[in-house]
C-alpha cells in the first residue's frame, strides 16, 4: 500500500505525551501542529486537555480561543483570546493528565502514582501487568517509566471502559506501549502467557487477595507487587496472602 | 485515605531460563543486605574474601554470588545457607490466631509474669554446647521455648514475637535486595541521612515524577546529595537521553552512590558533568581542558591502590557505628572529587563540547536540584533559561523558606507557571492479623518540593 507523502509527514510530526522517537523531543525548536495535545492552563486548579486541529475553537470564561491560532507558536507560550484574555498552552505530561483526563472511575493522583512506581522499581524495559485499568491515570505514568522498550498490559472488567482508555491512549499518543484488554482478573486470574516475564504487577481491585496468587506466577524472580486499596481491612487480608510467595 | 502493600516476589521455583537481565549477582557487584527483617541495613561489594558480621560472626558472602536478587540466606552455624520458608508453619499460625477469634476470647495475659530473669533455665553455656555439638538455630530456639517457664503463659501472639526475637538472634535471616533508587535511598535515609540531605524515598519518587523524567529526555541536574538523584534520574533515563550533572564553581559535587547502582555502561555512558558556567557561557572556556588533564594524571595512581582498599573497605565494612564502605569513600571523596569521576566506571563523564551545544540548542527537558546548602532562588534564576519551553522542574530542599522565596520570585518574574509547594507525607504500618497499626517511629520531615512549568519567555 501507498500511503500518500504528506500523511506521513503529519503523522510524524504529531506531538504527543512521550518522545518515543527522538526527534519529536521537547525542545526550544519545537512548535505546535495540527494534531497535537495541548494541555490548556487557566489556572493552576483549572486546566483542559485539547487536541490542535485548524477548525476547532475553545470557549471560556476569558472569551474565545481560535485553535489555529496556536499553530506554529511554541509549547508554552501565552495566547489571547478574542476579548484580550488569555491562557497558557503547556506540553502533556503524564501529571498533567491526571489532571485532566475524564473520570470513569476514582483515580490514582500523584502523591501515589509516583510512589507506587519507585515501589515497583518500574524502568525502561519492563514489562508491567496493571488491573483494574479505571481511567488510566497511573497507567498513563507507567507507559513513561517502562517507555521506550518496555509495556505495559493493563485488564479491566467492564468493557466500555477499558474501551475509552484505549482511546485515551490513542489520544495521548502511548498505544504502541500499552495494551489494554477486557479480563476479570479477580474472577480469572492473569493470562497464562505472561508466567513468569511480569517485572512487576499493580492491582487496584475491591478484593486483591484473590489475584494474589495469579500475580506471584507472572512475576519473575525478584519481581515487585504492589496491591492499593482504600480500607485496611483490604490491605490486612492482602498482607496474609502475601506471606506465601513473596519477602 | 488509601493504603497500599508492596512486595517482592521470591518465588522459589526458577522460573524458566530467562536471561539474567542484571537479576543475578555477579562477583564485584553491590548488594544490600537487609538482616533480620530491615534491623540492619548494609551495603556490600560481592567478592568471595567479602565477610559479613552478624553478631560475633564473621560469615562469607561467597554463598551469595551467582544467586538472584531477592534470594533469602539464613546463617546457621557460621555460614549463610539459602533459606527456603515453607508455607505451611506460617498458614498454620495464622489459623490458629484467627480461630481464637476476637482478642476478648483470648485468656491468656501477663498478670502473673514477673520479670525476675528467672523464666528461662537454659544458660549461655548451655547453648554454646549445643552448638558445639552442631546444633543448628532452630533447634536451639525450640530449645528456649521447651526451657522457659512462661512461655505457655503466653497469649498466642506473645508467642509468636518471642519466637521470632529468638529466631533473629540464634538464626538470623538475610535478604539479599537488589540496589536501586527506592532501597538506596531507603538504607541511606534509615542510616546516613545527612549524606543524601534528608530526602526521603516518597519525596524522592515525587520529584522524578513532578518533573516527568522519562526515557529519550536530557534532564538537567543539580545534585548535592552524593549522586542519589543523579541515580535515581539516570536509572529512569534507561541509558536514553542524558543526565547532566552540573555544579558552580569548578569542582564536581561528589556522586558516590552512583557506583552501587551497578549501571550497565550504557547507563554509565549516559551520565555527564558539566559545570554551570559551561552550560550558561556561549564559548569554549580554557579551564575545561586543563580539567580533562587533571583526570587522566590522576586516574592511573588511584587504579594501582583501588584493590587492595577494597577489600579492606568491605571487611572493615559491617559493623554499625563504625564507618562503612559507603562512608570512608565518601570521607575521601570531599578532598578530591575529581578522582571518583575515574574510578565509578565511566558515570561522570565531562560533557562533550557537542552534547553541551545540542543542550544549548534544544533545551534540557526538565529540572531537578537537590542542594541542600544552597541557596535557592540565585541557582534558579540563572539555570531555569536552559529549560524548554514548557519544561517541568522539581527543586527539593530541607527547609521552606529558601523555596518560598523562590516560588514568589518566580511568579514576579513571571518564569513559570503550575507553581505547587508541597510537604510529602508518609507513614509505615506493621499489617499483622488483629495486629495492625502505624510503626512506633515516623518520620515527619521529608522536606519539602517547589514544582512548576517553565513557560516561553515573552522576549519573542
Redesign the interface.
Known amino acids: 500500500i501507498i500511503v500518500p507523502c504528506d500523511f506521513v509527514e503529519r503523522f510524524l510530526r504529531t506531538f504527543k505525551m512521550?518522545?518515543?522517537d527522538?526527534a519529536k523531543?521537547?525542545?526550544?525548536?519545537?512548535l505546535i501542529s495540527n494534531g497535537d495535545l495541548v494541555i490548556v492552563?487557566e489556572r493552576?486548579d483549572n486546566m483542559k486537555a485539547v487536541t490542535v486541529s485548524e477548525s476547532t475553537v475553545l470557549q471560556n470564561r476569558f472569551g474565545v480561543f481560535k485553535d489555529s491560532e496556536w499553530i506554529g507558536?511554541?509549547?508554552?507560550?501565552?495566547v489571547f483570546s478574542n476579548k484580550g484574555g488569555f491562557v497558557?498552552?503547556?506540553?502533556p505530561?503524564?501529571?498533567l493528565w491526571t489532571l485532566v483526563l475524564s473520570h470513569r472511575t476514582q483515580i490514582l493522583y500523584?502523591?501515589?502514582?509516583?510512589?507506587?512506581?519507585?515501589?515497583?522499581?518500574v524502568?525502561?524495559?519492563c514489562l508491567v501487568l496493571e488491573t483494574g485499568t479505571g481511567s488510566g491515570s497511573l497507567t498513563t505514568?507507567l507507559a513513561?517509566?517502562v517507555?521506550?522498550?518496555g509495556h505495559v498490559h493493563t485488564f479491566d472488567f467492564h468493557e466500555q471502559r477499558a474501551g475509552s482508555a484505549r482511546d485515551d491512549f490513542e489520544r495521548t499518543g502511548l498505544s504502541s506501549l500499552i495494551s489494554v484488554r477486557a479480563r476479570d482478573i479477580q474472577g480469572e486470574g492473569f493470562p497464562s502467557e505472561f508466567?513468569?516475564l511480569a517485572d512487576a504487577v499493580f492491582l487496584d481491585l475491591p478484593q486483591p487477595w484473590l489475584a494474589i496468587p495469579s500475580a506471584?506466577k507472572m512475576?519473575?524472580?525478584?519481581?515487585?507487587?504492589?496491591?492499593?486499596?482504600?480500607c485496611?481491612e483490604q490491605?490486612?487480608r492482602?498482607?496474609?496472602t502475601?506471606?506465601?510467595?513473596?519477602? | 485515605?488509601?493504603?497500599?502493600?508492596?512486595?517482592?516476589?521470591?518465588?522459589?521455583e526458577?522460573?524458566?531460563n530467562?536471561s539474567n537481565n542484571g537479576?543475578v549477582t555477579w562477583e564485584g557487584c553491590s548488594v544490600l543486605l537487609d538482616i533480620n527483617d530491615g534491623d540492619r541495613l548494609v551495603f556490600a561489594r560481592l567478592s568471595p574474601a567479602a565477610k559479613l558480621k552478624i553478631g560475633n560472626k564473621n560469615c562469607s558472602l561467597q554463598p551469595l554470588i551467582g544467586t538472584?536478587?531477592?534470594s533469602?540466606f539464613q546463617l546457621d552455624g557460621t555460614s549463610l545457607s539459602p533459606f527456603i520458608p515453607s508455607?505451611q508453619a506460617?498458614?498454620t499460625n495464622?489459623e490458629e490466631i484467627k480461630d481464637d477469634g476476637q482478642p476478648n476470647v483470648e485468656s491468656r495475659d501477663n498478670r502473673e509474669l514477673v520479670d525476675n530473669n528467672t523464666a528461662q533455665t537454659l544458660t549461655g553455656e548451655d547453648i554454646e554446647a549445643m552448638r558445639r555439638q552442631g546444633a543448628g538455630g532452630n533447634e536451639i530456639i525450640e530449645a528456649l521455648i521447651a526451657n522457659s517457664a512462661t512461655y505457655e503463659k503466653k497469649t498466642a501472639f506473645s508467642q509468636e514475637k518471642y519466637r521470632r526475637k529468638k529466631q533473629k538472634k540464634y538464626a538470623p535471616k538475610v535478604?539479599m535486595r537488589?540496589p536501586?533508587?527506592?532501597s538506596i535511598c531507603e538504607a541511606y535515609f534509615k542510616k546516613y541521612p545527612s549524606k543524601i540531605g534528608f530526602l526521603r524515598?516518597?519525596t524522592?519518587?515525587?520529584l522524578?515524577?513532578?518533573a516527568?523524567v522519562?526515557?529519550?529526555?536530557?534532564i538537567l541536574v543539580v545534585d548535592m546529595i552524593s549522586g542519589l538523584l543523579t541515580g535515581a534520574v539516570a536509572?529512569?533515563?534507561?541509558?536514553?537521553g542524558f543526565v547532566c550533572n552540573s555544579y558552580l564553581g569548578q569542582s564536581p559535587y561528589s556522586m558516590d552512590i552512583v557506583r552501587i547502582f551497578n549501571f550497565s555502561d550504557e547507563i554509565c555512558k549516559r551520565i555527564l558533568r558539566c559545570p554551570i558556567s559551561d552550560l550558561l557561557s556561549s564559548k569554549e572556556s580554557p579551564e575545561q581542558i586543563l580539567q580533562v588533564a587533571d583526570v587522566n594524571d590522576v586516574c592511573n595512581v588511584e587504579t594501582q591502590s583501588n584493590d587492595p582498599m577494597g577489600v579492606t573497605a568491605n571487611t572493615d565494612e559491617i559493623s554499625h557505628s563504625s564507618g562503612n564502605d559507603i562512608s570512608d569513600l565518601g570521607a575521601e571523596n570531599e578532598n578530591i572529587p575529581v578522582i571518583r569521576a575515574c574510578k565509578a566506571t565511566k558515570a561522570g563523564e565531562k560533557a562533550p563540547q557537542e552534547t553541551i551545544d545540542s543542550w544549548k540548542?534544544?533545551?534540557f527537558?526538565s529540572l531537578l536540584i537537590a542542594a541542600p546548602e544552597m541557596d535557592i532562588w540565585p541557582l534558579v534564576r540563572d539555570v531555569l533559561p536552559l529549560l524548554?519551553?514548557?519544561?517541568?522542574f522539581a527543586i527539593y530542599h530541607q527547609y521552606l523558606q529558601p523555596l518560598a522565596t523562590c516560588m514568589h520570585n518566580l511568579q514576579l518574574a513571571k518564569m513559570a507557571?503550575?507553581?505547587?509547594l508541597s510537604e510529602?507525607w508518609l507513614r509505615e504500618?506493621q499489617?499483622?492479623?488483629s495486629r495492625?497499626h502505624p510503626s512506633m517511629q515516623m518520620s515527619a520531615f521529608g522536606g519539602y518540593i517547589l514544582t512548576g512549568?517553565?513557560?516561553?519567555s515573552?522576549s519573542?
Open positions: 512521550l518522545a518515543v527522538p523531543k521537547l525542545s526550544f525548536n519545537r492552563y493552576h507558536k511554541p509549547f508554552g507560550s501565552k497558557y498552552l503547556l506540553a505530561t503524564p501529571e500523584i502523591a501515589d502514582i509516583s510512589f507506587v512506581i519507585m515501589y515497583l522499581e524502568v525502561p524495559g505514568s513513561r517509566a517507555a521506550p522498550t508466567a513468569g506471584a512475576l519473575k524472580q525478584d519481581g515487585t507487587l504492589c496491591s492499593f486499596s482504600p485496611v490491605v490486612q492482602s498482607c496474609e502475601l506471606q506465601n510467595s513473596f519477602t | 485515605m488509601s493504603c497500599s502493600a508492596a512486595a517482592e516476589c521470591c518465588c522459589s526458577p522460573n524458566g530467562k537479576r538472584p536478587f531477592g533469602l508455607p506460617d498458614a495464622n535478604l537488589r536501586v533508587a527506592r524515598v516518597d524522592l519518587s515525587l522524578l515524577s513532578m516527568n522519562s526515557a529519550i529526555s536530557d536509572e529512569r533515563l534507561g541509558g536514553t540548542e534544544n533545551g527537558s524548554s519551553n514548557s519544561a517541568p507557571i503550575g507553581l505547587q510529602p504500618y499489617v499483622l492479623t495492625t512549568t517553565r513557560i516561553c515573552s519573542n
